[in-house]
């Protein structure tokens, strides 16, 4: 059974490089610009399907010039063609309407699978994949670390507060993709080179949904509020029995 | 007009997560009056305990197609709900639930909303929701307005409400699920033994071991002294990125969020994307050799020693 496979990624900030300026409190974020950690995550999940069952895998941003840098780096890995949906003003879109922008990308292609990271490095929100299966339609599979393939159906393995939850789901589907489903692989100088003669349509939206009814503030610093003992040159015996007391006193023991 | 609040609760195993009460807490203290919808199968006891907790209303949606978390049928409990109870606000848990629920909510409802808030408060007709961003150093307020917001809230954020209060009233809520057709099947749950046997999510002590600890063979350690205190098992990225931990032990940005009322870092420096899974938790002990490691910022108790001499003498004093 081979797979067309949608998978959908984002350009964010290189989290390692942000510094908060002690002064104003404000983040400051690095020009360093990566494909989001789970986004990178998801291309590969669809790449290892495409290589096991056969398929097409196309991948899609939405985002300024430079968002480009993502698609070109999925067609690197193995990503068959891309898609840019040009959209200077997506730091303004709110979750949902990021999500309709990308659900009117993606809606005239007949796909089998969707695949998204579960959330973005940068706002960590984990709702535009949501979103966007509702506005298609389609159900959703999520915090997913594990995918086979059973017959005429896939089989996930789902992270959840009490342990890994297995889930069974026909296409079309949408799926999330979590931290601990693979580790992806490095493009390299033959995919970086190929790469170059595959295509990327650049698509100029007709509508650029704005965000309805939320706004958000300029990130800052939360004020230090820690005031905790420290104990520091005492020998291990009587710190630890200051500890204990202190666990004591806090009834924790 | 829409007016008050609908607050999601979770259930496992018939009974209210602890999550289902910090989410009472931030409702109760934002508006009134606060609706508590309980979807499951079996769940009346879970009902009966979060009447209880604070709030003026309890829908029930009992029924086997909510026997496990699928988000098809649990979407549809939750819509039933909001046209049941027509509140101003919908409140989720930060649960991988709710976070999963939400957004899906939220589209079918066209309202906006805020993931994972640590504070909320109202400011004139907007509901703003603070959450952390970008690693969680640095925090945003997000300013929600409409006939219908909606946000989830950060695991720990709010302490529990208490049960056993005054009884609110308890109805059923019908769903009907006949045009939904199950297109996710749920084949079973694989429970995760964190050391101890308890479940990370759940646990009210965790002992967390990092890299400090030089070798794998030394998470005996800190396996020891999570025995002696009856807690889980948890372990840092570098730690589980060197293989010596299993990836669900993880806690941090790529790994667990949790809130224990006792988390104690040993030989972990506290990198942000660390801290940001853990630093909702109630007391904070944190044990290692460099003074100026960034995880004695968060610690309300802390040694700066050798943890190789600190750890064991706490197994020892904790058991004497």
Not at chain 1, 88 to 112: C, H, K, N, Q, Y
Not at chain 2, 51 to 69: H, K, P
Not at chain 2, 270 to 279: L, P
Not at chain 2, 281 to 286: G, P, Q, R
């Given at each position: 059974?081979?797979f067309?496979i949608?998978v959908?990624?984002?350009?964010?900030?290189?989290?390692?490089?942000?510094?908060?300026?002690?002064?104003?409190?404000?983040?400051?974020?690095?020009?360093?610009?990566?494909?989001?950690?789970a986004d990178a995550i998801a291309v590969e999940a669809a790449l290892q399907l495409k290589?096991?069952?056969?398929?097409?895998v196309?991948?899609?941003?939405?985002?300024?010039?430079?968002?480009?840098?993502?698609?070109?780096?999925?067609?690197?890995?193995?990503?068959?063609?891309?898609?840019?949906?040009?959209?200077?003003?997506?730091?303004?879109?709110?979750?949902?309407?990021?999500?309709?922008?990308?659900?009117?990308?993606?809606?005239?292609?007949?796909?089998?699978l969707?695949f998204a990271g579960?959330?973005?490095?940068?706002?960590?929100?984990?709702?535009?994949?949501?979103?966007?299966?509702?506005?298609?339609?389609?159900?959703?599979?999520?915090?997913v670390t594990g995918i086979?393939?059973?017959?005429?159906?896939?089989?996930f393995?789902?992270?959840?507060?009490?342990?890994?939850?297995?889930?069974?789901?026909?296409?079309?589907?949408?799926v999330l993709t979590a931290?601990?489903l693979n580790?992806p692989?490095?493009?390299?100088?033959?995919?970086?080179?190929?790469?170059?003669?595959?295509?990327?349509?650049?698509?100029?939206?007709?509508?650029?949904?704005?965000?309805?009814?939320?706004?958000?503030?300029?990130?800052?610093?939360?004020?230090?509020?820690?005031?905790?003992?420290?104990?520091?040159?005492?020998?291990?015996?009587?710190?630890?029995?200051?500890?204990?007391?202190?666990?004591?006193?806090?009834?924790?023991? | 007009?829409?007016?008050?609040?609908?607050?999601?609760?979770?259930?496992?195993?018939?009974?209210?997560?602890?999550?289902?009460?910090?989410?009472?807490?931030?409702?109760?203290?934002?508006?009134?009056?606060?609706?508590?919808?309980?979807?499951?199968?079996?769940?009346?006891?879970?009902?009966?305990?979060?009447?209880?907790?604070?709030?003026?209303?309890?829908?029930?949606?009992?029924?086997?197609?909510?026997?496990?978390?699928?988000?098809?049928?649990?979407?549809?409990?939750?819509?039933?709900?909001?046209?049941?109870?027509?509140?101003?606000?919908?409140?989720?848990?930060?649960?991988?639930?709710?976070?999963?629920?939400?957004?899906?909510?939220?589209?079918?409802?066209?309202?906006?909303?805020?993931?994972?808030?640590?504070?909320?408060?109202?400011?004139?007709?907007?509901?703003?929701?603070?959450?952390?961003?970008?690693?969680?150093?640095?925090?945003?307020?997000?300013?929600?307005?409409?006939?219908?917001?909606?946000?989830?809230?950060?695991?720990?954020?709010?302490?529990?409400?208490?049960?056993?209060?005054?009884?609110?009233?308890?109805?059923?809520?019908?769903?009907?699920?006949?045009?939904?057709?199950?297109?996710?099947?749920?084949?079973?749950?694989?429970?995760?033994?964190?050391?101890?046997?308890?479940?990370?999510?759940?646990?009210?002590?965790?002992?967390?071991?990092?890299?400090?600890?030089?070798?794998?063979?030394?998470?005996?350690?800190?396996?020891?002294?999570?025995?002696?205190?009856?807690?889980?098992?948890?372990?840092?990225?570098?730690?589980?990125?060197?293989?010596?931990?299993?990836?669900?032990?993880?806690?941090?940005?790529?790994?667990?969020?949790?809130?224990?009322?006792?988390?104690?870092?040993?030989?972990?420096?506290?990198?942000?994307?660390?801290?940001?899974?853990?630093?909702?938790?109630?007391?904070?002990?944190?044990?290692?050799?460099?003074?100026?490691?960034?995880?004695?910022?968060?610690?309300?108790?802390?040694?700066?020693?050798?943890?190789?001499?600190?750890?064991?003498?706490?197994?020892?004093?904790?058991?004497?």
């Open positions: 059974m081979a067309s949608v959908l990624v984002k350009q964010t900030p290189d989290l390692n490089a942000i510094r908060v300026d002690k002064s104003t409190g404000k983040a400051l974020l690095g020009d360093q610009l990566v494909m989001s950690s290589e096991a069952h056969g398929g097409e196309t991948v899609v941003t939405a985002g300024p010039a430079s968002a480009r840098d993502v698609v070109q780096r999925s067609l690197a890995m193995g990503a068959d063609r891309g898609i840019h949906v040009q959209c200077d003003s997506i730091g303004e879109l709110d979750t949902l309407a990021a999500a309709r922008l990308l659900s009117d990308a993606v809606r005239g292609f007949s796909f089998d969707l579960q959330n973005s490095d940068d706002y960590e929100s984990g709702q535009v994949g949501a979103q966007v299966a509702e506005l298609l339609g389609l159900p959703q599979v999520s915090w086979e393939v059973a017959g005429d159906e896939l089989r393995e789902r992270d959840t507060e009490d342990g890994k939850q297995g889930v069974v789901a026909s296409t079309p589907l949408v931290d601990g580790e692989r490095y493009p390299s100088l033959k995919g970086i080179m190929a790469a170059k003669k595959k295509p990327i349509d650049a698509v100029v939206p007709i509508n650029v949904p704005a965000a309805a009814g939320i706004s958000w503030s300029e990130p800052l610093a939360p004020s230090k509020t820690s005031s905790g003992v420290i104990i520091q040159d005492k020998p291990a015996a009587e710190a630890v029995a200051e500890l204990v007391d202190w666990l004591k006193t806090n009834k924790l023991v | 007009m829409p007016s008050g609040i609908l607050i999601v609760t979770e259930t496992l195993e018939g009974a209210l997560r602890p999550a289902s009460l910090e989410l009472v807490t931030a409702a109760v203290g934002l508006a009134q009056p606060v609706t508590a919808l309980v979807p499951g199968a079996g769940v009346a006891s879970a009902a009966q305990d979060v009447a209880t907790a604070g709030v003026a209303r309890v829908l029930v949606a009992d029924a086997d197609r909510l026997n496990s978390f699928t988000t098809d049928a649990f979407a549809t409990a939750v819509e039933a709900a909001i046209k049941a109870a027509d509140p101003a606000v919908v409140l989720f848990a930060g649960t991988t639930s709710g976070r999963d629920l939400a957004p899906r909510i939220a589209a079918r409802f066209n309202a906006p909303l805020a993931a994972n808030a640590v504070g909320l408060r109202l400011d004139g007709a907007a509901l703003i929701a603070t959450r952390p961003v970008l690693g969680g150093r640095v925090q945003t307020d997000v300013r929600l307005e409409g006939q219908l917001v909606m946000a989830s809230i950060g695991p720990g954020a709010f302490e529990r409400a208490s049960v056993g209060g005054a009884p609110a009233t308890i109805e059923a809520l019908d769903v009907d699920f006949s045009s939904i057709p199950e297109r996710v099947r749920v084949t079973g749950v694989a429970t995760v033994d964190a050391g101890g046997g308890a479940t990370l999510a759940n646990a009210e002590v965790i002992v967390a071991g990092g890299r400090g600890l030089k070798e794998p063979g030394n998470f005996a350690l800190v396996e020891a002294l999570a025995s002696q205190l009856g807690g889980a098992v948890a372990a840092s990225r570098a730690v589980v990125d060197a293989g010596w931990r299993p990836h669900q032990e993880q806690i941090g940005q790529t790994g667990k969020t949790v809130a224990p009322k006792l988390y104690i870092a040993i030989g972990i420096s506290g990198a942000v994307q660390h801290n940001v899974g853990m630093q909702g938790s109630d007391h904070i002990v944190a044990i290692n050799r460099d003074p100026d490691a960034p995880i004695f910022k968060l610690a309300s108790f802390g040694i700066v020693g050798d943890l190789f001499e600190v750890v064991p003498e706490l197994t020892k004093q904790l058991g004497g």
